[in-house]
């Protein structure tokens, strides 16, 4: 019999394991013993980290999009638009059913369909939405908003956690102020406010870096602000608390959740996500233990950091499992919460050279005293062209 793998999402985590199980696996995959299948609703890649940049011109659309068939192994089945986009799973009969009406069947399955936004759980934010979390013409968009700014008020808001990726407003907010200052020569005009939901930045030394630096370019950064609604009429916002805050222009991270079909399915918690053992990434659900199942990526545990980093190391960690499953034994990788977030302080210009730095941890190693360097900026920039021809394909 043949053994079917079941890939849904081909997003940066679903591609490696792909990729991964496609190279450990070619001669049985030739043989006819194995089958990858990968569904996607798009057959463009997008690498959404790069969303960050896209405001300030340092990366264009084309730099950040590739076809997806490009990016996976020829000995992957892929199946795209109506043929690949996911409307229901059923973990009990090991089925998955597509917008075409299709069903897959699978001995293994991976759900790595990432989050999506939801701007309609914060009242009124619909009606004044900037925002550069979610896609590319709205990143660009507020590039065009910030290009005109004259001056007042920016507010950068993130209404709650979890979110993906939770260090880019720190980083887009650390941009915008050089930006402001070294390209536009405008920031004695401008206010900049970050409102942020919860007390701490991150672990503590991420925090202690992010807290001196915000300080020091006099960044206002107002902590516990969840949004509770917005007020497009008379430019204001207001917490879930009551506080309310002005603004001429609002920047917001809207809140996030796991995709309709997963939630349809009735797959996740009590806090909306999908559950999994915080080191197997097996699903624990509602529907019981599925030992065949792993979750990875944006849409897993509420309370696994949600980073490009963290999905890679996730994938690893799947990809090895599942070969040590195939392969016939138990052995079991486990996954110890490696995860990172780059931060950037500083944005190359004439004036200033740029800075960055990759903080890395994990559950029990928090990230040591670091600082950001020229360095880091320039390799953080270049990661960005080595992701297509390396990462997704998992050679690094």
């Known amino acids: 019999m043949k053994e079917r793998v079941l890939i849904l999402g081909a997003g940066y985590a679903g591609a490696v394991i792909a990729n991964t199980l496609a190279r450990e696996f070619r001669r049985k995959i030739a043989k006819g013993e194995l089958e990858i299948t990968v569904l996607d609703k798009n057959d463009m890649g997008v690498n959404q980290g790069g969303f960050t940049f896209l405001p300030f011109g340092l990366y264009t659309p084309e730099d950040l999009v590739r076809p997806r068939k490009e990016s996976l192994s020829p000995r992957i089945k892929s199946r795209f638009g109506d043929q690949g986009e996911v409307t229901g799973i059923d973990l009990n009969r090991q089925q998955v059913t597509v917008k075409s009406g299709k069903n897959y069947s699978y001995d293994h399955l991976v759900i790595a369909m990432g989050a999506r936004s939801d701007a309609s759980g914060v009242p009124g934010l619909e009606d004044d939405l900037n925002t550069f979390y979610t896609s590319m013409d709205d990143a660009l968009e507020v590039g065009e908003l910030i290009r005109n700014f004259k001056g007042g008020r920016i507010v950068v808001s993130v209404s709650r956690m979890p979110i993906p990726c939770p260090g880019a407003p720190v980083k887009f907010s650390f941009l915008l102020e050089s930006y402001l200052r070294d390209i536009r020569n405008i920031r004695d005009d401008v206010q900049l406010t970050l409102l942020w939901p919860m007390e701490p930045i991150g672990p503590p030394e991420f925090n202690k870096l992010v807290t001196g630096r915000l300080e020091e370019k006099g960044i206002e950064a107002i902590r516990q602000f969840q949004l509770g609604k917005v007020d497009a009429s008379n430019k204001m916002v207001e917490s879930t608390d009551g506080r309310q805050e002005n603004y001429d222009l609002l920047i917001t991270v809207p809140p996030h959740k796991p995709q309709k079909a997963v939630l349809d399915s009735g797959l996740t918690d009590e806090k909306g996500w999908i559950d999994a053992d915080k080191t197997t990434l097996q699903y624990r659900g509602p529907l019981g233990d599925k030992d065949n199942v792993y979750i990875v990526g944006d849409n897993g545990p509420a309370d696994i950091l949600k980073t490009g980093i963290g999905a890679h190391y996730q994938a690893q960690v799947v990809s090895h499992n599942l070969i040590n499953t195939i392969n016939g034994n138990n ?27 990759i903080a890395t941890w994990s559950y029990k190693n928090p990230p040591q005293s670091f600082d950001t360097t020229q360095l880091g900026w320039y390799l953080y920039r270049m990661y960005y062209y080595l992701h297509w021809d390396m990462s997704i394909k998992a050679l690094m």
């Open 331 to 357: 052995i079991k990788s486990k996954y110890k919460g490696e995860t990172g977030c780059p931060i950037i302080t500083d944005m190359a210009s004439d004036a200033h050279t740029g800075r960055a730095y």
